[in-house]
Nanobody
Framework: QVQLVQSGGGLVETGGSLRLSCEASGLTFSMYSMGWFRQGPRKEREFVGAISWDGGTTYYPDSVKDRFTVSRDNVKKMVYLQMNSLKPEATAVYYC?????????????????WGQGTQVTDPS
């Protein structure tokens, strides 16, 4: 059974930083691209970053480029989302997800397995 277990959410003020983690089990992790999405209140799920199987390629939307970084450790079966210079719209539930695709991995439909979600909230 595939499981993606997330950790690291919480309160963070505008301009702050936070790192989210996602631990995978039940799949050959090194054969999956991994992505991160977020869903704010009354909004659709939005792509915020992804990384290819081997970590060689990363993808970001313009809205978070140069502020968010996705990384992975294939030995530990972990993927991370480092978020810096957070903006108010960062308040959302963040999800990690796994995809068998190597590229074109920006859409919700590109992913087959999802984490449980973790809340990130700007308290201001």
């Amino acid at each position: 059974q595939v499981q993606l277990v997330q950790s690291g959410g919480g309160l963070v003020e505008t301009g702050g930083s936070l790192r989210l983690s996602c631990e995978a089990s039940g799949l050959t992790f090194s054969m999956y691209s991994m992505g991160w999405f977020r869903q704010g209140p009354r909004k659709e799920r939005e792509f915020v970053g992804a990384i290819s199987w081997d970590g060689g390629t990363t993808y970001y939307p313009d809205s978070v480029k140069d502020r968010f970084t996705v990384s992975r450790d294939n030995v530990k079966k972990m993927v991370y989302l480092q978020m810096n210079s957070l903006k108010p719209e960062a308040t959302a539930v963040y999800y990690c997800a796994a995809s068998k695709k190597y590229e074109q991995i920006r859409a919700v439909g590109d992913y087959t397995h999802w984490g449980q979600g973790t809340q990130v909230t700007d308290p201001s």
